[in-house]
């Protein structure tokens, strides 16, 4: 099955390499993304910090267009940037709860010809990868295990949160489930879901909104990450990897305490699995890749095998 | 209070204190129509969502403390705090808080009447980078990375950009940042779009 794409503007540029390797990986396993037409900006949380009808309206936008396109069926639109999934899904939420808002909204793209009426089911990526693809296709596409490898799953705050459509809002497991079908030994650890500071930098990693507060909270992610041994950091979101992996020199810098450490899409690792070549994953574009060779697998017995 | 566009820790304020004649009562109706914002009436207290939040060092009135104050109708306090503005949106506060209260989204509406009322703190970059991000959108209906970076620091502190200047051509080169600018092809769609939604044009206030 093909979906219905949302880019997002991070796709673009700093997340690049998400788009590539999760293009390559739904591939791999026989899917695919067809981008929506003349998609716009999702809003972010700065549209929302000054106009709320306005920002709702330019979320409805692509929301409009996604269901234009499906013909009056039914659609999951999937949406990548954990920002953007964030907006597109409380846009179909106050559409469908929030009467003079949806009013609002509904005249404001009735002027320029067009509708919403709730048929765009919004989804992320790893949603689609775990509960429509599954777990047991994912690993039968594995060809070179991760074996060995110790992946800290962070998911970051907007998947999960102010509501959870897929995963658990404390603990999610999701990433989890997909880093040990590849043979990987995903990592305990608290920090799953903190805040990476992404927002501070808004729609823009550079930006520097708030540099100190940034840097401390990527910070204590990268930290603990390394104490716990892991190889690299996952994640599902062009913002959260931009903001712990271009920081890392800064970092090192204001807490005297180098954080060198791998971070990189979770749909990179997954292709890198299934052994597809490094450059349809983007891994070229990367700032601090050194991720180990995997490990041989010597004895079962799951994460305490080492103790 | 100074702001100089950083964010630095140990900001935090005792709240004045007031007689109820310079209170704004009123307070939360200005608010207008978050979902279940009416449920701040019976905000305990407890503090939860201070104890949920990762900005909250930075912040001159914590967040159970901006909850109280926008209740007791602390008006001008609440408008022209840090706090509203250092926020990230990360919706810790508002999963833990055992009312359901919900903390973020009247975070974000307090950010909306402090910004028609230009209260926000001047020269702190939040409010600043919101407002080039919405005018850049705007006018193309995608943002731009690199472009939103040199806009943000044309107007707080240019010495910044010459900082990030390696990284930016490390990105370049690989790909990753882009000096042309995103657009849609349908601007003037948009345009008319967000005219149509605009506050003036409903006649209302949000």
């Known amino acids: 099955m093909r979906y219905p794409y949302y880019p997002g503007c991070a796709m673009n540029g700093t997340g690049k390499a998400y788009e590539e390797s999760l293009v390559a990986v739904l591939e791999k396993l026989g899917s695919g993304l067809d981008e929506i037409d003349d998609w716009n ?116 705050c907007l998947l999960v949160r102010p509501h959870s459509t897929f995963d658990d809002q404390y603990n999610p497991t999701s990433m989890d489930r997909l880093m040990e079908a590849i043979g990987a030994e995903p990592i ?30 990527g910070h204590a992610i990268l930290r603990e990450a390394r104490r716990r041994g892991a190889d690299v950091v996952a994640t599902p979101c062009a913002l959260c990897l931009f903001n712990l992996e271009g920081f890392q020199d800064q970092i090192g810098r204001e807490f005297r305490e180098p954080v060198d450490l791998t971070v990189g899409f979770f749909t990179q690792l997954l292709g890198l699995a299934m052994g597809l070549d490094e450059r349809k994953l983007g891994i070229q574009r990367m700032l601090h890749w050194r991720l180990p060779e995997p490990q041989p697998v010597a004895a079962k017995g799951g994460i305490h095998a080492r103790a | 209070m100074q702001t100089n566009g950083s964010l630095k820790k140990g900001r935090g304020v005792r709240v004045p204190s007031r007689s109820e004649s310079q209170l704004a009562p009123g307070f939360v109706d200005e608010l207008g129509a978050i979902p279940n914002a009416d449920r701040l009436v019976g905000c305990l207290q407890c503090g939860t969502c201070s104890s949920a939040c990762p ?120 790909g990753r940042m882009g000096v042309k600018h995103e657009s849609v092809r349908q601007r003037e769609q948009l345009a008319k779009m967000l005219q149509a939604a605009a506050t003036d044009a409903r006649g209302e206030s949000s």
């Open chain 2, 55 to 174: 900005m909250i060092e930075y912040m001159d009135y914590t967040p159970r403390r901006v909850m109280a104050m926008t209740r007791a109708g602390y008006r001008d306090e609440v408008l022209g705090s840090v706090s509203i503005w250092a926020c990230t949106s990360c919706y810790a506060c508002t999963i833990s808080c055992p009312k359901e209260i919900p903390v973020t989204d009247i975070m974000h509406g307090l950010r909306r009447i402090a910004f028609r009322e230009k209260k926000y703190p001047k020269h702190f970059s939040t409010p600043i980078q919101a407002r080039e991000m919405v005018a850049m959108t705007r006018k193309f209906g995608r943002s731009t990375e690199s472009w939103l970076a040199v806009r943000l620091y044309m107007r707080t502190n240019p010495m910044e950009l010459l900082k990030h200047t390696s990284l930016g051509m490390k990105l370049m080169w690989r």
């Open chain 1, 188 to 217: 305990e650890w608290p920090l799953k879901t903190r805040c990476c500071g992404g927002a501070c930098y808004g729609a823009d990693p550079f930006s520097g909104t708030m540099p100190e507060a940034t840097l401390s909270l």
């Open chain 1, 41 to 156: 900006c999702c809003g972010a949380t700065a549209w929302s910090s000054i106009d709320k009808t306005q920002a709702t309206t330019l979320a409805a936008r692509n929301l409009a267009i996604a269901q234009a396109k499906a013909n009056g069926s039914a659609v999951d639109l999937v949406a990548p940037c954990s920002g953007c999934y964030r907006a597109l899904v409380k846009t179909h939420e106050a559409h469908e709860g929030q009467k003079t808002l949806a009013k609002a909204v509904d005249r404001a793209l009735d002027a320029v010809g067009l509708s919403y009426d709730g048929r765009v089911n919004v989804r992320h990526p790893l949603d689609v990868l775990v509960n429509d693809i599954g777990i047991d296709a994912i690993a039968a596409a594995v060809k070179k295990p991760l074996s060995g490898i110790k992946v800290a799953c962070y998911y970051g």
